[in-house]
């Protein structure tokens, strides 16, 4: 059974600085795809960054560039978000996505941390 669970969301005030983990368990880790989503209430889904299976090829939204580091760790089967210099508009719940590159169709998704920007 496949399972990915996200932590490290939180409170947080603008122009501060998160990390979050989502620990991957029930699959090959190195055969997966990982990325990070995000969604607030009423709009669409987001993918916020990519990282492929060991190669380390990143991908970023254009909104987070330059704030955000996707990095994935094969040994501990983890994957991370480092979120720095923070915006209210990251404010969202931020899920974990898996997606295999072995199998057409193995698409697996955490069950979301919630990270708020706020003063």
């Known amino acids: 059974q496949v399972q990915l669970v996200e932590s490290g969301g939180g409170l947080v005030q603008p122009g501060g600085s998160l990390r979050l983990s989502c620990a991957a368990s029930g699959l090959n880790f190195r055969n997966y795809v990982m990325s990070w989503y995000r969604q607030t209430p009423g709009k669409e889904r987001e993918r916020v960054a990519t990282i492929t299976n060991p190669g380390g090829i990143e991908v970023y939204a254009e909104s987070v560039k330059g704030r955000f580091t996707i990095s994935r760790d094969s040994a501990k089967n983890t994957l991370y978000l480092q979120m720095n210099s923070l915006k209210p508009e990251d404010t969202a719940v931020f899920y974990c996505?898996?997606?295999?590159?072995?199998?057409?169709?193995?698409?697996?998704w955490g069950q979301g941390t919630q990270v708020t920007v706020s003063s």
């Open positions: 996505n898996a997606r295999s590159t072995v199998v057409a169709g193995w698409d697996y």
